[in-house]
């Protein structure tokens, strides 16, 4: 009997060890092309043309200088990108979280043809629809502006979804009671009483639509002409042009600017980030 | 008590009026009108007068019928998800079973969690475009790698191969999507009742055994989730095959894809906004028709499971009537 529990407990050892050794794999996997793409940008062209290095050398300020040399602008990219994320992501969260309260807290006679609605076009993919969209921004002579990209989130079914769950999990209608009692406006109730419960759900709602804008390609890419207003993700596809050919050290400096920013954002916030994916899947 | 008299319902309207207009503005109306010009010759930079076709779905049936990169772009795009989605489903599966087994109590699972997740969050476009130039011709980082483990003696050219050009689009969209793909599992086998389990190990069950007949009959909701999404994210697959090779299509058309079509047809060359419209239209059909499908699937979800609870409780009257 011991002599079996023995066996077993050395095949366990044995795939627990084969285990730790294929995720280790899969994290260097994840971890080496970005590790490559921050030492490259450190090392001359003629280093990178010479082979393959782990690390960093000192050619940080001549890939700058180079790159910063020729139509790429890194700071006003990362302005520009910034600027529509953020503001987008205001108005995804809040006014989300306003449609979300009225669907929850009111009794009207279309809220639930309305919900309904939206789950229906919750799925709705951006690009279906593109070919219009800049055909009448054309007209309106808002390509090369910002607005086309920010207010279309006013109009975030998905989460509005997400923001009418948590407030059925969370909110007792006592509270807008009490809130009418003491003779609150509605509007005043939902910014000053609701809107601080929502927190943490207006918190991971608002990561997940700032790194979506930021990512976002499509969009920019076809209403964007002008290259004083691109975003990092435009900027991006220049690095692929003629201009940067052979000058390696620069691509891969270009390339790292563009993904520092969520670097960053990602290891600030990476349990909030995981626990959001998590919840996305549950959530039906 | 008069407060009750009150009729607050109009604030529900009130309060949802800023989405619906936004809505209608920004997404109805421009849904509408790629529809319309569909079936219009709206084509050219400088815009003129637009007609509707003699033929109102010539546009469409030009597509389907004989419009040979319309149809490549099809198929590129159903391979190159498949590709994806299977390898993809399958690592997150065998890493679900491992990180959630109890047995096997597998260390720094956080940190496992955030390191096979983090390509998902970096800009697509910027992984393109590093993924390219990682496999530069004739030196770029992989050549190297290879060189010096000898596995070539010349530099490849691995962008000018079909197959590889689709293989290496597909093993991104793999690489970046599997880690989310195995936290929604993972999270899904933490909702399966712990009673399941326990009850599968007092039987004896192996963990295998567990795995095959406990975790994934329970997990196959989710399963289906994911393949739905995924589906309807992999028709839109642009940033990847756009960026990766240029010219975008790869080496004859092999990673041309739906999205990258309608963008070529639209906003390069003859500026077509007519063949590109009507080529949303069919993406947007296919869509619509696979989201039909995951909210069929996931209605039956909700009836099968009140059964299974009702049988459940059944089955426990049963046995307490027993055991009394």
Same mark, same amino acid.
């Given at each position: 009997m011991a002599k079996i529990e023995r066996t077993a407990t050395v095949s366990r050892g044995i795939n627990k060890t084969i285990i730790y050794v294929v995720c280790i794999g899969l994290a260097l996997l994840s971890i080496l092309p970005f590790w490559v793409m921050f030492v490259n940008a450190t090392r001359s062209t003629a280093e990178i043309q010479s082979g393959l290095s782990l690390i960093p050398s000192t050619h940080l300020k001549t890939n700058w200088d180079v790159l910063t040399s020729k139509s790429f602008d890194p700071l006003k990219g990362f302005l520009n990108s910034f600027i529509i994320s953020a503001t987008s992501t205001v108005c995804a969260v809040y006014f989300s979280s306003l449609t979300a309260y009225g669907l929850v807290v009111y009794n009207w006679k279309w809220r639930q043809t309305f919900f309904t609605f939206i789950l229906c076009v919750m799925m709705i993919p951006a690009q279906a629809s593109a070919i219009g969209f800049y055909q009448f921004m054309y007209q309106l002579h808002? +390509?090369?502006?910002f607005l086309p990209l920010i207010l279309p989130a006013i109009a975030a079914p998905a989460i509005v979804f997400f923001m009418r769950q948590y407030l059925l999990a969370t909110l007792s209608l006592e509270i807008v009671e009490a809130a009418r009692i003491d003779g609150s406006g509605e509007f005043a109730t939902f910014n000053k009483i609701i809107i601080p419960i929502m927190m943490p759900a207006v918190a991971t709602q608002a990561i997940f639509a700032f790194v979506a804008s930021w990512n976002n390609l499509f969009m920019p890419l076809i209403l964007l002409t002008d290259k004083s207003k691109y975003t990092l993700p435009v900027m991006v596809s220049l690095l692929r042009g003629d201009i940067y050919k052979t000058e390696f050290g620069s691509i891969y400096m270009g390339l790292a600017l563009t993904a520092l920013p969520l670097f960053v954002i990602y290891f600030l916030l990476s349990r909030y980030i995981i626990a959001g994916v998590a919840l996305g899947g549950v959530k039906e | 008590m008069r407060r009750k008299g009150v009729n607050y319902s109009k604030y529900g309207y009130i309060f949802s009026i800023p989405f619906i207009i936004a809505f209608l503005i920004f997404s109805l109306y421009p849904t509408l009108y790629t529809a319309f010009i569909g079936f219009t010759d709206m084509k050219g930079v400088i815009p003129k007068q637009v007609h509707i076709l003699d033929n109102p779905f010539g546009n469409f049936k030009d597509l389907i019928l004989n419009n040979v990169s319309f149809k490549q772009s099809l198929v590129n795009t159903f391979v190159l998800w498949i590709a994806n989605f299977i390898p993809q489903i399958g690592l997150a599966l065998l890493l679900t079973a491992w990180f959630t087994n109890k047995r096997l109590n597998i260390k720094g699972q956080g940190a496992f969690k955030v390191l096979l997740y983090m390509?998902? @969050? @970096? +800009?697509a476009s910027t992984i393109a475009v590093l993924f390219s130039t990682l496999f530069a011709y004739p030196m770029g980082p992989v050549n190297s790698l290879f060189h010096a483990l000898g596995w070539s003696d010349a530099p490849i050219q691995f962008l000018q191969d079909k197959n590889t050009a689709r293989g290496i689009v597909s093993f991104i969209q793999f690489w970046m999507w599997y880690g989310n793909t195995m936290i929604i599992l993972i999270a899904g086998v933490m909702g399966i009742n712990p009673a399941l389990f326990e009850a599968a190990a007092i039987d004896g069950a192996s963990g295998t055994q567990t795995f095959f007949r406990v975790t994934l009959p329970s997990l196959r909701t989710i399963l289906l989730y994911s393949l739905v999404t995924s589906m309807i994210g992999g028709l839109q697959m642009f940033d990847i095959p756009q960026l990766f090779i240029t010219p975008a299509g790869g080496p004859d058309n092999a990673t041309l894809t739906t999205s990258v079509f309608i963008y070529g047809q639209a906003?390069?060359?003859?500026?077509m906004y007519n063949k590109a419209a009507a080529a949303s239209m069919i993406m947007f059909l296919i869509a619509a028709v696979l989201s039909a499908l995951l909210f069929y699937l996931m209605r039956d979800r909700g009836e099968a499971k009140l059964r299974k609870q009702l049988k459940l409780q059944q089955k426990a009257a049963k046995a307490a009537a027993k055991g009394v």
């Amino acid at each position: 009997m011991a002599k079996i529990e023995r066996t077993a407990t050395v095949s366990r050892g044995i795939n627990k060890t084969i285990i730790y050794v294929v995720c280790i794999g899969l994290a260097l996997l994840s971890i080496l092309p970005f590790w490559v793409m921050f030492v490259n940008a450190t090392r001359s062209t003629a280093e990178i043309q010479s082979g393959l290095s782990l690390i960093p050398s000192t050619h940080l300020k001549t890939n700058w200088d180079v790159l910063t040399s020729k139509s790429f602008d890194p700071l006003k990219g990362f302005l520009n990108s910034f600027i529509i994320s953020a503001t987008s992501t205001v108005c995804a969260v809040y006014f989300s979280s306003l449609t979300a309260y009225g669907l929850v807290v009111y009794n009207w006679k279309w809220r639930q043809t309305f919900f309904t609605f939206i789950l229906c076009v919750m799925m709705i993919p951006a690009q279906a629809s593109a070919i219009g969209f800049y055909q009448f921004m054309y007209q309106l002579h808002w +390509t090369n502006s910002f607005l086309p990209l920010i207010l279309p989130a006013i109009a975030a079914p998905a989460i509005v979804f997400f923001m009418r769950q948590y407030l059925l999990a969370t909110l007792s209608l006592e509270i807008v009671e009490a809130a009418r009692i003491d003779g609150s406006g509605e509007f005043a109730t939902f910014n000053k009483i609701i809107i601080p419960i929502m927190m943490p759900a207006v918190a991971t709602q608002a990561i997940f639509a700032f790194v979506a804008s930021w990512n976002n390609l499509f969009m920019p890419l076809i209403l964007l002409t002008d290259k004083s207003k691109y975003t990092l993700p435009v900027m991006v596809s220049l690095l692929r042009g003629d201009i940067y050919k052979t000058e390696f050290g620069s691509i891969y400096m270009g390339l790292a600017l563009t993904a520092l920013p969520l670097f960053v954002i990602y290891f600030l916030l990476s349990r909030y980030i995981i626990a959001g994916v998590a919840l996305g899947g549950v959530k039906e | 008590m008069r407060r009750k008299g009150v009729n607050y319902s109009k604030y529900g309207y009130i309060f949802s009026i800023p989405f619906i207009i936004a809505f209608l503005i920004f997404s109805l109306y421009p849904t509408l009108y790629t529809a319309f010009i569909g079936f219009t010759d709206m084509k050219g930079v400088i815009p003129k007068q637009v007609h509707i076709l003699d033929n109102p779905f010539g546009n469409f049936k030009d597509l389907i019928l004989n419009n040979v990169s319309f149809k490549q772009s099809l198929v590129n795009t159903f391979v190159l998800w498949i590709a994806n989605f299977i390898p993809q489903i399958g690592l997150a599966l065998l890493l679900t079973a491992w990180f959630t087994n109890k047995r096997l109590n597998i260390k720094g699972q956080g940190a496992f969690k955030v390191l096979l997740y983090m390509p998902n @969050i @970096i +800009t697509a476009s910027t992984i393109a475009v590093l993924f390219s130039t990682l496999f530069a011709y004739p030196m770029g980082p992989v050549n190297s790698l290879f060189h010096a483990l000898g596995w070539s003696d010349a530099p490849i050219q691995f962008l000018q191969d079909k197959n590889t050009a689709r293989g290496i689009v597909s093993f991104i969209q793999f690489w970046m999507w599997y880690g989310n793909t195995m936290i929604i599992l993972i999270a899904g086998v933490m909702g399966i009742n712990p009673a399941l389990f326990e009850a599968a190990a007092i039987d004896g069950a192996s963990g295998t055994q567990t795995f095959f007949r406990v975790t994934l009959p329970s997990l196959r909701t989710i399963l289906l989730y994911s393949l739905v999404t995924s589906m309807i994210g992999g028709l839109q697959m642009f940033d990847i095959p756009q960026l990766f090779i240029t010219p975008a299509g790869g080496p004859d058309n092999a990673t041309l894809t739906t999205s990258v079509f309608i963008y070529g047809q639209a906003f390069k060359g003859a500026y077509m906004y007519n063949k590109a419209a009507a080529a949303s239209m069919i993406m947007f059909l296919i869509a619509a028709v696979l989201s039909a499908l995951l909210f069929y699937l996931m209605r039956d979800r909700g009836e099968a499971k009140l059964r299974k609870q009702l049988k459940l409780q059944q089955k426990a009257a049963k046995a307490a009537a027993k055991g009394v």
